[in-house]
């Protein structure tokens, strides 16, 4: 026979360990950029972004920048689909979306955990599992990111200006920041 | 000062051979699910999948990315019966894992997506990783999930063989703070 049951609630003081929320957008009017501030950031050994995306416009890809650092060329990645990958030295990517013309109601994803943040000593990476799907097609990449930067982060902008687009992230995205102790 | 928030909600270990696991009041308090599947099945070549709000109807579609025997698979899957979690698997595996991300679940002014990163764990066969992501074209919010062995031909059949003893599904909430 199974075993079912159910367990009470959230505990009211994080500890070490525990994995506690930073912060949430939910977005009711166009959108470029959702900031969140990390305070005390050497508290958190690993960051880890969730969201549910729609873009405004034309442009499916937005991205990931640390402490309001915009210069393209602090940025890395390299992105797989398993058949195909690509890549850019002088960018940020952190996921996709679907565009403003993609099925209603369909939102894409973003599961994007943040590495060495709470370092000074070496570059911030993360790795990113993303997509979209569509009624009868999808994308499912998965990519690795880096901010070619040694800085403790204290700041997380997800943006949707990294490919130079002019699209912004649609009503009702979602964007949440959590932290692991 | 933040609190922790990555609850078990939910969990079910299945002591004996059974047809599904079902979550029939899924807690609405939180934003997000995180779901640890670790299961075994009956047949050859099929695979796991999950049903949401017991709806059979075929809105449910996925992509699966897999790495198999030194090469990759890359598989669409519309307009669906259940939502797919792992690649067909064998019934020799002895494990096969899944983690399962739910996004706003509760909502009401989406449809719903989830992903899944996924392997088998083979005795003396091949192995394979996947991941897995895909949508419940479905506003509605959440409130159940069943667990069962499913076939992938055509639309897809939901419930083809039990899972195994030892079988387990175990529920997170993650709540979005403010």
């Not at chain 2, 609850?7 to 807690?27: A, D, E, P, R, V």
């Not at chain 2, 075929?58 to 897999?66: E, K, L, P, V």
Request: with cysteine; proline share 2%; net charge neutral.
């Amino acid at each position: 026979m199974p075993i079912l049951g159910t367990i009470a609630s959230s505990k009211l003081v994080a500890a070490q360990g525990d994995y506690v929320s930073l912060g949430t957008s939910y977005i009711t009017s166009n959108t470029t950029t959702v900031s969140f501030s990390v305070s005390n950031p050497g508290d958190y050994k690993l960051l880890e972004l969730r969201c549910v995306a729609r873009s405004s416009g034309g442009d499916a890809g937005f991205g990931l920048k640390f402490n309001n650092d915009t210069a393209d060329a602090s940025y890395a990645w390299q992105r797989n689909y398993y058949v195909a990958s690509d890549s850019n030295t002088s960018s940020s990517y952190l996921g996709q979306m679907p565009t403003s013309s993609s099925d209603a109601d369909t939102f894409g994803i973003v599961l994007a955990q943040i590495w060495n943040a709470d370092s000074s000593s070496k570059y911030t990476s993360w790795m990113s599992f993303t997509g979209e799907r569509r009624s009868t097609t999808g994308f499912a990449p998965q990519l690795l990111g880096v901010w070619k930067n040694t800085a403790q982060v204290t700041s997380v902008q997800v943006t949707n200006d990294t490919q130079g687009g002019t699209s912004q992230f649609a009503p009702n995205t979602r964007i949440s920041l959590y932290g692991l102790k | 000062m933040p609190t922790s928030t990555y609850t078990q909600i939910h969990k079910s270990i299945l002591g004996s051979g059974q047809s599904s696991i079902s979550f029939t009041t899924i807690n609405s308090t939180y934003t997000d699910l995180r779901i640890i599947v670790n299961a075994r099945i009956t047949n050859d070549g099929y695979a796991i999948g999950m049903r949401f709000n017991n709806d059979s109807s075929g809105i449910y579609g996925f992509r699966q990315n897999s790495a198999i025997n030194n090469g990759v698979v890359v598989t669409d899957k519309n307009n669906f019966v259940y939502a797919g979690i792992n690649r067909q698997t064998t019934n020799n595996a002895l494990d096969n894992l899944m983690i399962v991300d739910i996004f706003d679940y509760n909502a009401t002014d989406k449809f719903k997506t989830y992903c899944s990163q996924s392997a088998m764990r083979a005795a003396n066969s091949a192995a394979d990783t996947s991941f897995v992501l895909g949508c419940y074209r479905s506003t509605n919010a959440i409130t159940r999930i069943d667990f069962a062995e499913c076939g992938d031909g055509g639309s897809g059949t939901f419930g083809t063989g039990n899972l195994q003893t030892g079988t387990s599904v175990i529920i997170y909430g993650i709540k979005a703070g403010s």
